[in-house]
């Protein structure tokens, strides 16, 4: 389960006001993979179609049940930024079933996948030099022209 899906399931778990949970959803939508995200209160408010002292609230709700952790930010000149908030994914709470069937390498020896990286980088497309598919060479303009003459209004387009 990723961590997006798992932070909807605790949103589904905790006894919140309707306030926390939109907005509760609202961030889950707006974080990165890191479950950080970063929208001014104004925007919350806009977006979710409530106050800006309901989306105040909403905040403070989810921030005494651990659901959140914000971070105050301010410009150089000493204005205030918007805040960042840091949605809370606990390690021990996620899902960390393996999976049911196990990896094994070429000697038969079990692999352990529990802490493997992704590898997105290295993904081999040789198999496309291999498929070659004669695909007919279409003429537009001739398309166009056999498509106009079978319309209803083969006269010209008004």
Known sequence: MNSKSFLIEKVYSLELTQRATLVAFYLINRADSEGTCFPGIKTIAKECNISTRTVQRALNDLEEVGFLV?????????????NLYYLQVLEDEQDNTQPVEDKRDKDNNVIDVSNAEPNYLNVNYSYQASINIDLPTIDFKELLEECLSRSPCHDGIP
């Open 70 to 82: 914000r971070e105050s930010r301010f410009h150089v000149q000493g204005g205030q930024r918007s």
